[in-house]
């Protein structure tokens, strides 16, 4: 007998319809599933034929085949077991598989019958909605984040015989019904208003929370830059509807929802260190995963310590910068990774750090901060809206000063710019640097137009401050020429 059941697999973020058809002959007993199945995918005969037994049904000792159409798409996850099990059952009699007809049935099965969660379930979803679909069987984990998708009715099971006996007609399941998008979850970690002192750092902050600006700091170790980039998504705008679909699509696929997870409601900090690959920053891998940039999509990638990442990992960051997108080619086929996320990065002014701090004397040469400097490619810093110099605040000033204003969690303070920024989508012009000033009001940053912005001294690429003890430039040296050559013809 022949049963058909449809489910489906992720190809990027985006959710394809599959057909898995299981086909029950005479013969020898064999289980062979065909079109192009994964490792994960081929052992599903195993975990299959234990959960059946398990579950308290006779599993069929006849030849067993099983394919799932299109057979031209690679097919990877867990997530067929159940609808495997389902059509053995159903090919066996055991209901009518006209019955599951118009659903979509996802999930990973335990060898005693339970189903387990399974990633990916949101693209899914939106997929069995599109196809014109009537309901979505799964996981009961993944409830909440299915439920979150209008006009489809989703339906959780915690065992395969509540799927079965769903489907013969015996019992009835509720379906889920979907939480209120709230928009401004409450405050969770790390507080902006923590912070005490770096008013000119926190400007900085806010200038580039409001515009969506990409920022740099640069000061010397424990001056704060890792404190204040931590609590950058506390002062961003609270995600909207469509950025938590598109934030929690991507981060199903990456298998990060925990269990019983809606949508994701803050935006995401994502810090990866310095050692990552470039298919782990920008995603890779067979099948392609999305990377570190597309898991702080709609959120603040943070790399600390920028010079010590390898310099073509970095390079790969150029294109997502621009264009909001990752593009990952491989010979089978190519997907798209949403990306549009806000860099913050944090470095040392020199390779010991102490380059213009009052406390601490530089010991570096010259010729080292430019080899330390040099690291930043020029394309890569012009990609950098703001660069701002954050300086050690001393013990006793930060001691006496009082906490910090809280103006606030989800924005940024009137008057500092758009009140709203949903993330720039077309790139726009730099603005000018931050720059500080030395009036008796403490530091505050002063803004330079294009036009009468100072030159940077250059001992590397990129628009960098000045090198010396405290700041100050170093002495230029003559440098050595050679004699030029005469002209042939004064010989």
């Known amino acids: 007998m022949l049963a058909k059941i449809t489910s489906g697999t992720v190809v990027g973020i985006q959710g394809v319809p599959v057909i898995v058809e299981v086909d029950l002959a005479r013969g020898l007993p064999a289980f062979a599933t065909v079109g192009l199945p994964e490792a994960a995918v081929r052992e599903a005969k195993d975990r299959v034929r234990s959960a059946i037994r398990n579950a308290g049904y006779e599993f069929p000792a006849k030849r067993i085949t099983v394919n799932l159409a299109p057979a031209d798409l690679k097919k990877a996850g867990t997530a067929f077991d159940l609808p495997i099990a389902l059509g053995i059952l159903a090919a066996s009699g055991l209901f009518d598989g006209q019955r599951t007809q118009g659903w979509l049935v996802v999930g990973e099965l335990s060898l005693d019958g339970s189903v387990l969660p399974s990633a990916g379930v949101l693209p899914l979803a939106l997929a069995a909605r599109n196809a014109g679909l009537n309901g979505l069987i799964l996981p009961a984990a993944n409830g909440r984040e299915a439920a979150v998708v209008e006009g489809l009715t989703v339906i959780g099971v915690e065992h395969l015989g509540q799927a079965v006996d769903f489907f013969a007609g015996q019992t009835k399941l509720a379906p889920i019904t979907p939480e209120p ?239 709203g920024h949903t993330g720039r989508t077309v790139r726009t012009p730099a603005p000018p640097l931050l720059q500080r000033s030395d009036d008796a009001a403490g530091p505050r940053p002063v803004l330079f137009p294009a036009s009468q912005r100072p030159a940077p001294a250059r001992t590397g690429r990129g628009p960098l401050w000045p090198v010396g003890p405290r700041g100050a430039p170093h002495r230029q040296t003559r440098p050595h020429h050679r004699r030029p050559c005469r002209p042939r013809g004064d010989w």
């Open 181 to 419: 998008f709230a928009g401004r979850p409450e405050q969770a970690g790390a507080d902006y208003a923590e912070v005490r002192g770096q008013e000119h750092a926190k400007r900085a902050l806010e200038i580039a929370a409001a515009g969506g600006h990409n920022l740099l700091m640069l000061g010397p170790p424990g001056a704060g830059k890792t404190m204040l980039a931590r609590r950058l998504p506390t002062i961003l705008p609270p995600l909207t509807f469509d950025e938590a679909i598109e934030t929690t699509a991507v981060h199903s696929i990456a298998g990060l929802l925990g269990p019983d997870s809606g949508l994701v409601q803050q935006r995401p900090f994502r810090a990866p260190h310095h050692t990552i690959s470039d298919a782990g920053l920008v995603g890779g891998g067979n099948p392609p995963r999305p990377g570190e940039v597309s898991l702080a999509h709609n959120g603040v990638l943070f790399l600390d310590e920028l010079p010590e990442f390898r310099r073509h990992v970095l390079e790969v960051l150029r294109q997502p910068l621009e264009d909001g997108r990752v593009s990952v080619a491989r010979a089978a086929l190519t997907v798209e990774f949403p990306a549009r996320f806000m860099l913050v990065a944090a470095m040392n002014p020199c390779p010991c750090g102490h380059l213009g701090d009052p406390r601490h004397g530089c010991r570096c040469t010259p010729a080292q901060i430019q080899r330390y400097r040099a690291r930043l490619s020029g394309p890569l810093l012009d990609r950098i809206d703001l660069h701002v110099e954050v300086g050690a605040v001393d013990i006793a000033d930060l001691a006496s000063r009082p906490p910090g204003e809280p103006f606030g969690l989800y924005g940024p303070r009137p008057g500092a710019g758009g009140a």
